[in-house]
């Protein structure tokens, strides 16, 4: 390709450590592919480590406390508010933040309840305070799914356990799909909404617009976006408004060397056929990764770029 970024050649050895996720899910398979390209271009004793994580606040606070050099957080906007100690990073702040790219995932935190509650808004449920047996994840202070899910619930005035129902909590997105289809969860608040089996129970839920002032709130306080989910893409649901929780976002710290996180950013942009391949048996809207990946999407990170990663976005041509 002419006019692309030079592509790195380190000839000196490293050793580098990164944070995934619980181990074969999307981060991991990120941080594979990232270490994979890297290490191809680095000296010959280099050694990279990938890390087991939860991907979430533990990840933000494990690279910002200098245990490891890079760390996978999802969603992106989240990781804002460590870097001025907002939220659950208040006492903790790490504005020596920086991000190498984002990897683009479209996704949305949703609420869902079922259909024999009789309600199709947040306001109604307020008015009727059902009993509800709601599936989310972990509210522990790292879980962005629980901590996002609160704060929602919070905020709009709905109150589970003060209504009689209770909390069917997990850490990841299959267990609290499950409880749904079990039929041992009558309402969720989840993520991952381009797993299968949310279309599955779509039909007899009623999946709930979030209100203005709560997101505005959300944004306001914690830069938390809101973004639509569109007519349809639920079966028989209408378009609604909610939290969005995408993109997974690779962080590191002022410390990280520069030639490093300009290969890392030139690896994530140059070399995306490596991973794209592993999702097109899957419609991109139904995606866990959103391709075809723009190298320029992924220099728009909500944490500032480490300098050494800016270099690789700023030599981009306009057209990628």
């Avoid at 990073?89 to 920086?98: D, I, T």
């Avoid at 996704?107 to 309600?119: E, G, I, Q, S, T």
């Avoid at 069917?168 to 267990?175: A, G, H, I």
């Avoid at 969860?185 to 007899?204: S, T, Y």
Wanted: aromatic content about 8%; proline content about 6%.
């Amino acid at each position: 390709m002419t006019g692309r970024p030079t592509e790195p050649k380190l000839d000196r050895s490293f050793t580098l450590h990164l944070r995934g996720d619980w181990g074969s899910a999307n981060l991991h398979r990120v941080c594979g592919w990232v270490t994979q390209e890297l290490a191809g271009r680095s000296g010959p004793d280099t050694r990279i480590a990938i890390w087991n994580s939860r991907g979430f606040a533990d990840a933000v606070r494990a690279v910002g406390d200098h245990e490891v050099d890079i760390a996978m957080a999802t969603p992106a906007a989240f990781t804002t508010a460590a870097l001025d100690g907002r939220g659950v990073y208040a006492g903790q702040e790490f504005p020596h933040l920086r991000a190498l790219g984002v990897v683009p995932q479209r996704d949305r935190l949703v609420l869902a309840v079922h259909r024999d509650l009789n309600v199709t808004t947040i306001a109604e449920l307020r008015q009727r305070t059902p009993e509800l047996r709601l599936a989310t994840s972990v509210r522990d202070g790292v879980n962005h799914v629980g901590i996002g899910a609160h704060a929602l619930l919070e905020r709009s005035g709905i109150d589970v356990t003060g209504w009689g129902g209770r909390f069917l909590e997990d850490e990841r997105p299959f267990e609290s799909l499950g409880h749904v289809l079990a039929g041992r969860a009558n309402a969720i608040i989840h993520e991952a909404v381009m797993l299968p089996e949310w279309q599955r129970f779509a039909p007899d839920y009623r999946f709930l617009s979030v209100e203005q002032d709560v997101l505005a709130g959300l944004e306001a306080d914690y830069s938390w976006p809101s973004a639509t989910v569109e007519d349809g893409f639920f079966a028989g649901a209408g378009g609604f408004r909610t939290l969005d929780f995408s993109d997974f976002v690779m962080l590191t710290t002022t410390e990280l060397d520069e030639d490093i996180a300009y290969a890392v950013a030139w690896v994530l942009g140059e070399t995306r056929e490596v991973i794209e391949k592993q999702y097109r048996h899957l419609p991109a809207a139904r995606s866990p990764i959103t391709y075809p990946l723009d190298p320029v999407t992924m220099g728009k990170t909500p944490v500032p770029l480490h300098p050494g990663a800016a270099r690789y976005y700023e030599a981009l041509p306009t057209t990628t």
